[in-house]
């Protein structure tokens, strides 16, 4: 293990002070003791209760953050036919095209940080699984991105939508702005992706769903929170 850095050793203390700080406390602990040169990103960590080996428990969706997430926007390629071409134009995307778009991306093309595509075009999009899949850009219609409304599914993921899902050990990691956003804007951020990840509790998840929340920024320490702070918690 590498060596810990003055700063980071020191933000660890101030935050050890309490074992968990209720939600508002817990953002401008983060927010406070961020030290990087950088303007860093705050991240919330959930550890659920359930078990992503059973389909019926994955926990999945997206969010669109009160206050985006800052920094540069998302390059955006739609995979569409006809009209579609036009609005997501309109809306803002970065690439537009349809099966001329598949066989460039299985020449080697990746220029892009999200793919939305219309129903007809998955037919077409399904041969670029192994490409996209392992990179997290396949659509999918649970996240939004496998839909006719195309402009809106732009328009969302500009400002700042952001994906979750659950990993194999049950945490979901999720970026909610950065340090500069200042203690509330971050607050409502995060207020609002851990409203979302409880509403898509899964029905087949049995007993404590919400089991740990923690904030960290980029390079500071990790700051458990309050669950009973956490309006709804289950």
């Given at each position: 293990?590498?060596?810990?850095?003055?700063?980071?050793?020191k933000?660890k203390?101030?935050?050890a002070?309490?074992?968990?700080?209720?939600?508002?406390?817990?953002?401008a602990?983060?927010?406070?003791n961020?030290f990087?040169?950088?303007d860093e990103?705050?991240?919330?960590a959930?550890r659920?209760g359930?078990?992503?080996?059973h389909a019926?428990?994955?926990?999945?969706?997206?969010?669109?953050l009160?206050?985006?997430?800052?920094?540069?926007?998302?390059?955006?390629?739609?995979?569409?036919s006809?009209e579609k071409?036009?609005e997501?134009q309109?809306a803002?995307?970065?690439?537009v095209?349809?099966?001329?778009m598949?066989q460039?991306?299985?020449?080697g093309w990746?220029d892009f940080?999200?793919?939305?595509?219309?129903p007809?075009?998955m037919?077409?999009v399904g041969?670029l699984?192994?490409?996209?899949?392992?990179?997290?850009?396949?659509?999918?219609p649970?996240?939004?991105?496998?839909?006719?409304?195309?402009?809106?599914a732009?328009r969302?993921i500009?400002a700042?939508?952001?994906?979750f899902r659950?990993d194999?050990t049950a945490?979901?990691?999720a970026p909610?702005?950065?340090v500069?956003?200042?203690?509330?804007?971050?607050?409502?951020?995060?207020?609002?992706l851990i409203?979302t990840?409880?509403?898509a509790?899964p029905?087949?998840?049995?007993?404590r769903?919400v089991k740990?929340?923690?904030?960290?920024?980029?390079?500071?320490?990790?700051?458990r929170?309050?669950?009973?702070?956490?309006?709804g918690?289950?």
């Amino acid at each position: 293990m590498g060596r810990v850095g003055k700063k980071y050793r020191k933000a660890k203390e101030l935050v050890a002070a309490k074992p968990s700080y209720p939600l508002p406390e817990a953002v401008a602990a983060v927010a406070k003791n961020a030290f990087a040169k950088f303007d860093e990103t705050v991240e919330v960590a959930m550890r659920l209760g359930v078990d992503p080996k059973h389909a019926d428990q994955m926990v999945r969706g997206t969010v669109v953050l009160p206050h985006g997430l800052g920094g540069k926007s998302k390059k955006v390629l739609v995979i569409a036919s006809g009209e579609k071409l036009k609005e997501a134009q309109q809306a803002g995307a970065d690439h537009v095209g349809g099966d001329d778009m598949v066989q460039k991306i299985q020449e080697g093309w990746l220029d892009f940080d999200a793919v939305v595509a219309t129903p007809e075009m998955m037919k077409s999009v399904g041969r670029l699984g192994k490409v996209l899949g392992p990179r997290g850009l396949m659509p999918n219609p649970k996240t939004g991105t496998v839909t006719f409304e195309v402009g809106k599914a732009v328009r969302e993921i500009k400002a700042g939508k952001v994906e979750f899902r659950v990993d194999k050990t049950a945490i979901i990691h999720a970026p909610v702005g950065k340090v500069s956003f200042g203690p509330e804007k971050l607050l409502e951020n995060a207020k609002t992706l851990i409203d979302t990840v409880i509403r898509a509790r899964p029905a087949a998840a049995k007993g404590r769903y919400v089991k740990s929340i923690a904030l960290s920024s980029t390079m500071g320490p990790g700051v458990r929170v309050d669950l009973a702070s956490v309006e709804g918690h289950a």
